[in-house]
């Protein structure tokens, strides 16, 4: 049982970490092991994301104090937060419903849910969340984005040479 003083440093340390934190996902797990978990939080540590887990009631004083209006989120049975992500704000979702995806029951449902999250400021819904994990990371986009930049030279590239091709 934690005292009342160690549920005040609880909260400010959720508060502190919802504030500073590029965003912050919401979720709901049940029946993740313990290699699972080990495996889950490793990776998350080297995306710079923290994964925190606490009792609701103090999940949700926290994010009333910070002025969110938490009861458009459900929060039902174990909760935890993934925040961070320093310059890529989509990693916490991301990597959270990667797991999600990768951690199954026998009957092929989730053992994490994402329930919903804070991103540029705002709490927002498991549907917009699940949204945002599906955006790829940034250094997939500098690479989409290079793609879409050389194409059309290689494709005139190709052109020029099949004309070479025709002429000789």
Known sequence: MQTKQQKVEIVQKIEGALKNAASAVILHFKGVNIGEETEMRKALRAAGVTYTVAKKTL???ALGNLGHAHDDVAMDGEIALAHGGGDDA??????????????????????????????????????????????????????????????????????LSEVAKTKN
């Open 90 to 159: 989509t990693a916490p979702a991301r990597l959270i419903h990667e797991f999600g995806k990768k951690y199954q029951t026998a009957d092929k449902k989730s053992k994490l849910h994402i329930l919903g999250g804070l991103f540029e400021g705002k709490l927002i819904g498991a549907e917009m969340m699940r949204e945002i994990a599906t955006i790829p990371s940034m250094q997939g986009l500098r690479g989409m984005f290079a793609n879409v930049i050389n194409s059309p030279r290689s494709r005139f590239a190709i052109v």
């Open 59 to 61: 999940i949700k004083r």
